[in-house]
T-cell receptor
Framework: DTAVSQTPKYLVTQMGNDKSIKCEQN?????MYWYKQDSKKFLKIMFS???????INETVPNRFSPKSPDKAHLNLHINSLELGDSAVYFC????????????FGSGTQLSVL | QKEVEQDPGPLSVPEGAIVSLNCTYS??????FMWYRQYSRKGPELLMY????GNKEDGRFTAQVDKSSKYISLFIRDSQPSDSATYLC????????????FGTGTQLKVEL
C-alpha cells in the first residue's frame, strides 16, 4: 500500500548513458513533482505536473525530460548522463489545493561513473 | 545568499532534551511554513505545517513562526532516539506555481 513509489532505488551507470526513473502514486493526487537532492541535502524542485500538464519547469538541462502518461504516473528520462547528475532524485505528489503538503517517494540514488 | 538558511549541524543531544531547530529566510512573500523530517535513505515526510505567524503544537512538536523577524523554529520536547533524522524547513508564498523552497536541513542525533 505504498503511497508514492519510485523505481529503481539505486542506479549506477556510466557517463553518456541514457536512463529513466519511474514514479507512481496511489493517493489520488493531481500534482506530481521531481526533486533533486544533492550531497549536501539541498532539495530543489525540477519539474511539476498537474493532471498531466507541465506547470513548473525549473532551470534544468534539456537532457532531463519528464513524462506524465496519466495523473498517477510521472517518469523522468535523462539523456547523456554527466558526473554532475549524481544525486538522489525524489518523486512527490500533493493533494489538490495543498501544494505545501508533499508526499515523497523513497528516492532514487543515481551514481554516474 | 540563499532564500532559506538553516544550520546543517550535526546537532547531538541526550535523550529527553528539548531540541530547537531554526531557519531564517529573506523572502517576505512566504506565507506557508513547513517542517519535514527525513530519515536516512528515505524521502522527507511532512511533520508540521503552519500558515503565517504564530505557534502550532502537535504532541511533542511545536512550530513557531515570526514573520517580522523572518525566523521559524521547531521545538521537540522529550527527544527520543527515534527523532534522529534530518529536519528540513520549507516555505511557500502561496498562490499558483506549487513551488516550495527548502532549507538545507539540520541533522539531529538523539543519544541514549
Amino acid at each position: 500500500d505504498t503511497a508514492v513509489s519510485q523505481t529503481p532505488k539505486y542506479l549506477v551507470t556510466q557517463m553518456g548513458n541514457d536512463k529513466s526513473i519511474k514514479c507512481e502514486q496511489n493517493l489520488g493526487h493531481d500534482t506530481m513533482y521531481w526533486y533533486k537532492q544533492d550531497s549536501k541535502k539541498f532539495l530543489k524542485i525540477m519539474f511539476s505536473y498537474n493532471n498531466k500538464e507541465l506547470i513548473i519547469n525549473e532551470t534544468v538541462p534539456n537532457r532531463f525530460s519528464p513524462k506524465s502518461p496519466d495523473k498517477a504516473h510521472l517518469n523522468l528520462h535523462i539523456n547523456s548522463l554527466e558526473l554532475g547528475d549524481s544525486a538522489v532524485y525524489f518523486c512527490a505528489s500533493s493533494p489538490p489545493g495543498l501544494s505545501e503538503k508533499l508526499f515523497f517517494g523513497s528516492g532514487t540514488q543515481l551514481s554516474v561513473l | 545568499q540563499k532564500e532559506v538558511e538553516q544550520d546543517p549541524g550535526p546537532l547531538s543531544v541526550p535523550e529527553g532534551a528539548i531540541v530547537s531547530l531554526n531557519c531564517t529566510y529573506s523572502n517576505s512573500a512566504f506565507q506557508y511554513f513547513m517542517w519535514y523530517r527525513q530519515y536516512s535513505r528515505k524521502g522527507p515526510e511532512l511533520l508540521m505545517y503552519t500558515y503565517s505567524s504564530g505557534n502550532k503544537e502537535d504532541g511533542r512538536f511545536t512550530a513557531q513562526v515570526d514573520k517580522s523577524s523572518k525566523y521559524i523554529s521547531l521545538f521537540i520536547r522529550d527527544s527520543q532516539p527515534s527523532d534522529s533524522a534530518t529536519y528540513l524547513c520549507a516555505m511557500h508564498a502561496g498562490g499558483g506555481g506549487n513551488k516550495l523552497t527548502f532549507g538545507t536541513g539540520t541533522q539531529l542525533k538523539v543519544e541514549l
